[in-house]
């Protein structure tokens, strides 16, 4: 509720009344960020008073508040009323330089703030990575302005995009943020919460769920005291809330009602209270807010009038100039009208330069009273002069359209105005539009099949799955749609559900049903055949079927582009479940060709390829394959979309060929080139996570593999989760917690067996098989190594052989035959070198040499001398102090002559290696388990090391590495 007009009654204006508990309630929930707070009421019931108190307590408390409002005419804006609300954070914003630069993604959308902005990153083509990419600019912008309350009012006039947004920030806020969002239950669209999808808050998150009911007649005696002071009265006061039912918004009306005529009739301080009433009952003003309004217009002059009902028409804030030339006023009558309408409270200044009414039952009272021919004259009038306006506000023309009944020409608008909205990126207001041309009985065929897939095309992209197939769901309910445009609509919410939903069963059923719809459309049922030949549930010979039949229906089709999508999808699913003949085909591709799209395709079968011959052991036809896939990209002149990816194997490959001196700063600089990829910043973590390790440093290493682990499993990368899993394994076992190992490869091993990855997942089964035989469960990692030669058998699958040559070495050391286990161990090893792997086939002769230790100590000694230079070459500091101290243990080190040797001022053997591990950030413990070396230990050997280099812990990282 807004305060009175000063001077009316006591002076007090309106007070809040009723709703103490409630602010306090608000306040002490956004006291303690992150929280979301949900208000709920029904129009009228004060949530915008509410919000509009709290936030004059949270600024006096030094507490920073934005708001958007949500509006059903509101223009193309993509994530409009939360932009809305960042434009007023341009006072707090950082340096450029300091701000994330994915930041800079809003700079076009919000030019006020452009040059508080990075400068804007290329915009992905994909149409869900510019959404995810704007979210992230949003959640950015928000996390360093804080602390801040976000309000988004109205929430139940949302579009589906901005309550994704919202969704997703609620899910996962910053830190210093509170988030309130008010609105109104019975206008939700049916059956669908307020967020789109059921919500509950996320451990650490605080807020309140708050309903607002109607005043008490208590609180309407209280309020009408605050306002009118002596002239109330008990009688007065039941009379206000019987005629308003306890609504706020219409105790309201009657009381602005109430003080103007004590303006106009000038009555005496102690005139009793009884005028008052028979004033209203004298008006015969029935109940409810129309009637109250109606009183008030009564009073206004016929210009002022004439405003009030243009705003009302136009039914949105609007403009002085719109509102004269909508009226036909002359401007010098205009001016004054709408002065006169706002000192009535009748209008408001909404924003600036832009009136409207303070709320929208106030304005649907005013509309309904306008009599049908005027209504209609005005509705022209609208639609003549925004057509005349620099950028004509397409949804607002649709709607006055509509509202002239012609239905025709509002389809048009409605269609012209949802296509803009998706070029301009706001696929919400896009969504809102479409949904209501195909509620449209007797709707044109074309026009419904135009609507209904460009509606699918939108859903397919919402981040979130759940709302993405609610919304298929709805058009393919639609009895009307012709059978092609069904099969691609099913098409898309088929692969919505096996890519993003997970529901393979569900989803392949979906797809199965749209080959069928879609018979005369052979491209499209090709789409769906490679989807399910590329289930990791099929065989090599039910994908080989599928693909075939793929390659069939568009055999015989003009679009060559079409024949080498699906050519360059068979080649990616040979190359995954390994069938030799891929090699020959690979190198049939052409390189040079006169069709971009078919060389676009022959780059991403290379890239493909590349990628599961790096994963299957194939390291130097992978490192060939993905150079010429870069090379291709960058001829087409693609390079931003396909060369972050390519890149980022490249570099898994240098970890594997061991070269790992430019690893971190490369990985860096793919970081900055693609910051808001997420299958890069995977890949990123998994890599540093494996360096890390090696190098011993634990805690940096478990850090970079979970964040790689839950980004996995978030994106829905298994193969990604399953190398992250194995590398936290091999941590926990390199620290001696076999059970957290055990419990780690668990789950994983349960997505290895469903997505058929058993030659795609050599790091998982060595952990798996170690971290079983240590916690004693000696028949399940015999039954895992049975299981893993049963599905290898017959593949093409270096790396996945050796590692499984390795689970036999540790299952038959256990089981006690030292000489077959070391023959497997030396058969992995030289497996792993042919392959180029240095770092993998030393830690195999370390194996190797452990098993010999028994029969030829030897041999043993100088295996462990070799395992121990390759890592120490190669800077696996933990991996060569575990063989020196093998060494020692087993008394083959060589011994020092004539006592220890003296470095002087020279880092030692040992202070070198503490020195590179405190140069990544370990702490004690760490260097104590690389080291195999006791913590008082340690603590000398850094205390040298520090004074050595004459530097501190802290600096150390900056210092030139020794």
Known sequence: ???????????????????????????????????????????????????????????????????????PLREPLPFGPVL?????????????????????????????????????????????????????????????????????????????????????????????????????????????????????????????????????????????????????????????????????????????????????????PDRPSGNDVSALAEAAVPRGLREAVTARMASLSEPAAQVVEAAAVLAVPASQHLLTEVTGLDPRQAGPALTEALRAAVLRESAPGHYGFRHALAQQAVYQDIPGPHRHDLHRQAVRILWTTPSPPLVQIAHHTRALGDTAAWLRQAEAAADQATALGDEGT??????????????????????????????????????????????????????????????????????????????????????????????????????????????????????????????????????????????????????????????????DDPDPEVLRQSARALFNVGTYALATGHDQRADTLLHESLDLARRLGTTRILEPYSVGQLLWLDWEAGRWERLEADHAALLAQAPDNVAILIQTCVDRGYLAAARGHWTRALDQLREAAHLAETAFEPEEAMRAAAGIAQVHLARDLPQDAWAVVLPALDTMRRTFAWNRSSDLLTAAVQAALICGHHQVARDLVGEAEQALEGLDAPAARAALDLAHGLLLGYEGDATASADHFDHARRALTAIGRPYDAARALEHHARALVPTDPHTAAGHLTAANTTFTALGATADAARCQQALRELGLNRPTPRGRRSYGEQLSPRETQVAQLLATGATNNDIAGALAISPRTVEQHVANTLKKLRTTRDNLATTERP
Not at 35 to 49: D, P
Not at 62 to 70: D, N, Q, S
Not at 105 to 127: F, S
């Open 430 to 591: 896009a969504t809102t539009l479409l949904h209501e041309i195909l509620a449209q009985p007797r709707l044109e065929p074309d026009l419904r099949t135009r609507s209904a897939l460009a509606l699918s095309r939108i859903a397919v992209h919402a981040v979130d799955h759940t709302t993405s197939a609610t919304a298929l769901r709805r058009i393919l309910s639609d009895p009307q749609l012709p059978t092609a445009a069904r099969g691609e609509i099913r098409l898309t919410l088929g692969l919505l559900m096996v890519n993003q939903a997970g529901d393979v069963v569900a989803g392949e059923r979906e797809l199965q049903r749209a080959i069928e719809e879609l018979a005369t459309r052979p491209e499209l049922a090709a789409r769906a055949m490679v989807a399910l030949a590329a289930s990791p549930k099929r065989s090599p010979q039910e994908v080989r079927q599928w693909m075939e039949r793929a390659e069939n229906a568009v055999r015989d089709s003009a679009n060559r582009a079409a024949r080498a999508a699906v050519h360059a999808t068979l080649l990616s699913l040979m190359a995954r479940v390994t069938d030799p003949q891929v090699w020959e085909l690979v190198d049939q591709l052409p390189r």
């Open 84 to 268: 809305d609300a960042l434009g007023g954070t341009a006072d707090w914003l950082p340096l450029p330089e300091r701000l994330n630069p994915q930041a800079g993604a809003l700079a076009p959308l919000l030019p006020g703030l452009a040059e508080r902005l990075p400068p804007p990153p290329a915009p992905p083509e994909d149409p869900r990575a510019g959404r995810f990419q704007l979210m992230g600019a949003v959640r950015s912008v928000l996390d360093v302005v804080g602390p801040l309350v976000l309000v988004v009012e109205d929430l139940h006039w949302a579009d589906e995009a901005t309550r994704e947004l919202l969704l997703l920030l609620a899910r996962d806020l910053p830190n210093r943020l509170g988030l309130v969002l008010t609105y109104r239950r019975e206008d939700l669209p049916a059956a669908t919460p307020v967020l789109g999808v059921p919500y509950r808050r996320p451990p650490g998150t605080g807020g309140a769920e708050i309903h607002l009911g109607t005043l008490t007649e208590d609180d309407v005696q209280d309020l009408t005291a605050a306002v009118l002071g002596s002239r109330a009265s008990t009688a007065l006061g039941r009379t206000l809330f019987e005629r308003s039912a306890g609504l706020p918004l219409v105790v309201e009306e009657d009381l602005l009602t109430l003080t103007d005529r004590t303006h106009h009739n000038q009555p005496r």
């Open 1 to 71: 509720m807004d305060r009175g007009p000063e001077g009316v009654g006591t002076g007090r204006g309106f007070a809040l009344v009723g709703r103490r508990r409630e602010l306090e309630l608000l306040l002490a929930a956004l006291d303690v960020p992150p929280a979301v707070v949900l208000v709920e009421g029904e129009a009228g019931v004060g949530k915008s008073r509410l919000v509009q108190e709290a936030t004059a307590a949270l600024t006096g408390r030094g507490v920073r508040v934005v708001t958007g409002l949500c509006h």
